[in-house]
C-alpha cells in the first residue's frame, strides 16, 4: 500500500539554524513526493515537489531529494527564519490516480 | 485568480444540530477531496470526486456524514445529527487531472471551516 511516516515534532530551532525534517515513504510503483507547509490559520500549500527518482525540489530556501533508494525525502534548509514557523507535511501521490497520502505533519518554531 | 473556497470560515453549534459545509474548487479542477484535520488523528482525507462522481469515500466516518458535488463548482459535507467528537477543521482541496506526462496535478486547498460541537 501508499504510505507516508514522517518524524514526529514538535521541532524547536533558533533562527539561522539548520533544519532537517526526515520523511519515508512506502509505494507502489514510482509515486510523486510532495511537501506541503501550513501557516497558522491557513490551509496547506505546497512547498516544493519531486516526480522522479533524484530530482531536487526547491523553493523558498527548502530542498528535497527524491531517494528511491532508501525511499525518503527529507525536507531541509540551512538556516531558517521565524517566517517558516509552521506545520510541514510530507506526501505522496501514486503515478496513476489523483489521490494523495500525508504523513502526520512536524511542526516547526523558530524562535529569535 | 480565485482559490479554493470554503464556507463558513467557523461554525459553533450543539449536539444533534444539522451542519453544512460548502467548497468551491478552483475552476478547470476535476478533482475534488474533503479532508479533516484533528491534533489527535492529523489529516485524514474523507472522501474524493473526480469529474463530480464520488470515487472513494472509505475515509467518511460514519452514516452521519454525507457529501455531494451536484456540479463542479460546488460540494457539500453534511453531518447530521453532530457530535463533539467532530470537532475539527474540515478542509477542502481541488486539483487537475494528471498531464500527458503523469503524476498528479498540485493540490489546492482552502482555508478551513472549523467546526466546533458544544
Known amino acids: 500500500g501508499n504510505s507516508v511516516t514522517q518524524m514526529e515534532g514538535p521541532v524547536t530551532l533558533s533562527e539561522e539554524a539548520f533544519l532537517t525534517i526526515n520523511c519515508t515513504y512506502t509505494?507502489?510503483?514510482?509515486?510523486?513526493l510532495f511537501w506541503y507547509v501550513q501557516y497558522p490559520g491557513e490551509g496547506l500549500q505546497l512547498l516544493l515537489k519531486?516526480?522522479?527518482?533524484?530530482d531536487k525540489g526547491s523553493n523558498k530556501g527548502f530542498e528535497a531529494t527524491y531517494r528511491k533508494e532508501t525511499t525518503s525525502f527529507h525536507l531541509e534548509k540551512g538556516s531558517v527564519q521565524v517566517s517558516d514557523s509552521a506545520v510541514y507535511f510530507c506526501a505522496l501521490s501514486p503515478y496513476t490516480g489523483n489521490q494523495f497520502y500525508f504523513g502526520t505533519g512536524t511542526s516547526l518554531t523558530v524562535i529569535p | 485568480d480565485a482559490g479554493v473556497i470554503q464556507s463558513p470560515r467557523h461554525e459553533v453549534t450543539e449536539m444533534g444540530q444539522e451542519v453544512t459545509l460548502r467548497c468551491k474548487p478552483i475552476?478547470?479542477?476535476?478533482?475534488l477531496f474533503w479532508y479533516r484535520q484533528t491534533m489527535m488523528r492529523g489529516l485524514e482525507l474523507l472522501i474524493y470526486?473526480?469529474?463530480?462522481?464520488?470515487?472513494?469515500d472509505s475515509g467518511m466516518p460514519e452514516d452521519r456524514f454525507s457529501a455531494k458535488m451536484p456540479n463542479a463548482s460546488f460540494s457539500t459535507l453534511k453531518i447530521q445529527p453532530s457530535e463533539p467528537r467532530d470537532s475539527a477543521v474540515y478542509f477542502c482541496?481541488?486539483?487537475?487531472?494528471?498531464?500527458?506526462?503523469?503524476?498528479?496535478?498540485?493540490?489546492?486547498f482552502g482555508e478551513g471551516s472549523r467546526l466546533t460541537v458544544l
Open positions: 470526486f473526480n469529474n463530480n462522481v464520488p470515487i472513494d
Open positions: 519531486a516526480t522522479k527518482a533524484d
Open positions: 482541496a481541488s486539483s487537475s487531472s494528471p498531464g500527458l506526462a503523469g503524476g498528479p496535478g498540485e493540490l489546492f
Open positions: 475552476s478547470g479542477h476535476d478533482y
Open positions: 509505494a507502489t510503483g514510482y509515486p510523486s
